[in-house]
Nanobody, 121 residues
Framework: VQLVESGGGSVQAGGTLRLSCKAS????????MGWFRQAPGKEREGVAR????????YYADSVKGRFTISQDNAKNTVYLQMNSLKPEDTAMYYC????????????????WGQGTQVTVS
């Protein structure tokens, strides 16, 4: 499974961005796709994940109500809509995937993209 993220950039606080993660090499149906982020000097943390078979979504408390994860199975793509961005959202954002259970821990995901930078000032 290959994952390619796009959509990062620099925005002012309160702004919006939409990240995309396109998967290839495997259909995204019945997988768990997650977004993680890592700021300099901090551990990688889960932001949101979606079980593409059921459509169930999960969010970190820090982004609930501001971020939305969604999927387009026809395009093998998962999105992360980020609204009301805050400076503390600044990080490298990674897309990850697993064919197993949709867990919170990054170690559960064997497939990773290269990351896309989000900077909020």
């Amino acid at each position: 499974v290959q994952l390619v993220e796009s959509g990062g950039g620099s925005v002012q606080a309160g702004g919006t961005l939409r990240l995309s993660c396109k998967a290839s090499g495997y259909t995204t149906t019945r997988m768990c796709m997650g977004w993680f982020r890592q700021a300099p000097g901090k551990e990688r943390e889960g932001v949101a994940r979606i079980a593409t078979g059921s459509g169930n979504t999960y969010y970190a408390d820090s982004v609930k109500g501001r971020f939305t994860i969604s999927q387009d199975n026809a395009k093998n793509t998962v999105y992360l809509q980020m609204n009301s961005l805050k400076p503390e959202d600044t990080a490298m954002y990674y897309c990850a995937a697993t064919k197993a259970a949709c867990l919170r821990e990054a170690a559960s995901y064997p497939y990773w993209g290269q990351g896309t930078q989000v900077t909020v000032s």
